[in-house]
């Protein structure tokens, strides 16, 4: 059973709002002709939050993180050939966005704080669930597809990253 009540999003607005006041504190400038550039990443996880959103839609299946059991489907398609986990991703990329915007490198700390946060509080129980609720069929594809990003090749893969 899922044990986490926190949904991500506000795990990526609380990153988020410490990497804004960080900026009070803690400044290693980013050169603003750079630092422009934030929107970038931020749309590109946008864009791949919806991608995921419609493929879970299509499927017909909960999006709904904090109960996973209720998964009618394991979807392995679109953005899920890449990446076991597209819209926490998604929300990384947007994290590592604001960051640039941000102009200070030092908010960079930031997005590996929510991937850790995420992966421990959220990603690991949820795989479990999905382990009992798919058995064989989610093995191999966890075997297949790294959890955050890439296809699983060669002797320094991991199931983890």
């Not at 960051?99 to 991937?115: E, H, K, Q, T």
């Not at 798919?134 to 890439?150: C, T």
Request: cysteine-free.
């Amino acid at each position: 059973m899922l044990k986490t009540r926190i949904p991500p999003p506000l795990y990526m607005l609380a990153a988020g709002y410490a990497m804004d006041k960080t900026d009070h504190y803690l400044v290693l400038p980013i050169d603003p002709a750079i630092a422009q550039w934030g929107w970038l990443p931020a749309l590109l996880g946008g864009v791949l939050l919806v991608w995921a959103g419609v493929t879970f839609w299509r499927a017909h299946t909960t999006i709904n993180p904090l109960v996973p059991s209720k998964a009618s489907h394991l979807v392995t398609h679109g953005p899920f050939r890449w990446t076991r986990n597209p819209m926490y991703l998604a929300l990384a990329l947007m994290l590592a966005g604001w960051a640039l915007w941000l102009g200070n490198a030092v908010s960079f700390l930031g997005v590996p704080v929510f991937v850790l946060v995420v992966t421990v509080l959220q990603i690991v129980p949820e795989e479990r669930v999905l382990q009992e609720h798919f058995g064989e069929e989610y093995m191999r594809y966890r075997d297949r597809v790294n959890r955050w990003f890439g296809p699983l090749r060669g002797r320094w893969s991991t199931r983890g990253f």
